[in-house]
């Protein structure tokens, strides 16, 4: 598989935007230090969602940054993407593999102990745990807290400590290093960063805390 670094994850949604072109703000956050981007679109057609991960790329060219397309793996084949961040109902990580091929980036969304027993971890790049604390960019009823994090992050460790393990929902400036103490290979943010009236600013800051969390 892709190796890769989940750091700082930020996820490219037009539902939390503040009504910006996510082009803008993926560069914004390039710019700013982010390590991997995520385009998630979920009112969209497909025609709109390829035309608007093409921009996002083309916004991308001067940036070694890996864009990834949350569910839609037909439209990260359509543009070219890295890669594709699958849910627990979206299509079959073996699927997505066989279509994508060995150099794409493949991670799951893991919510319990459960999905982590059940995750194919020879397939996947990264795993993204949560949410973590309650956010508004997604209906998580149940946080699970840094505990429940780490509880789940402990079966991953002990099957392939190599795997690249994150942390998302409601992480910003305010608790990004107590995740990232706890353990998280990174941190996946939608809101505190493309919500925030300076992008770059926001994501400057968060790596700052992430580098100086892991000192």
């Known amino acids: 598989m892709t190796a890769l670094d989940i750091s700082l994850y930020g996820i490219l949604d037009p539902a939390r935007s503040n009504g910006r ?3 803008e703000l993926a560069a914004a956050a390039a710019r700013g230090g982010a390590t991997l981007l995520q385009y998630r679109d979920k009112t969209s057609d497909t025609r709109t969602m390829v035309e608007t991960a093409h921009d996002i790329l083309e916004a991308l060219e001067d940036f ?3 864009l990834l397309i949350n569910d839609r793996v037909d439209v990260a084949l359509a543009v070219g993407a890295h890669g ?3 849910g627990q109902t979206d299509m079959e990580t073996q ?4 279509l994508l091929g060995d150099d794409a980036i ?6 319990n102990r459960s999905h982590a027993t059940n ?3 020879d397939l996947l790049d990264y795993v993204c745990i949560g ?13 699970i807290g840094l505990d429940g994090w780490s509880s789940v992050a402990g079966h991953f460790r002990q099957i392939d400590h190599r795997l690249p393990v994150g942390a998302i929902a409601g992480i910003d400036e305010t608790n990004c290093a107590d995740v990232m103490s706890n353990g ?3 941190v996946a943010i939608i809101s505190a960063m493309f919500m925030a009236d300076d992008v770059e600013a926001v994501t400057k800051n968060l790596v700052k805390i992430i580098k100086e969390s892991r000192r």
């Open 21 to 23: 072109p996510l082009p």
């Open 64 to 66: 070694d940054i890996p």
């Open 84 to 86: 594709v961040h699958l």
């Open 95 to 98: 699927d997505a593999r066989d």
């Open 106 to 111: 493949i991670g799951l969304t893991i919510k």
């Open 119 to 121: 995750a194919p971890v």
């Open 131 to 143: 949410g973590v604390f309650q956010t508004l960019s997604k209906d998580n009823p149940v946080a």
């Open 184 to 186: 998280a290979d990174g």
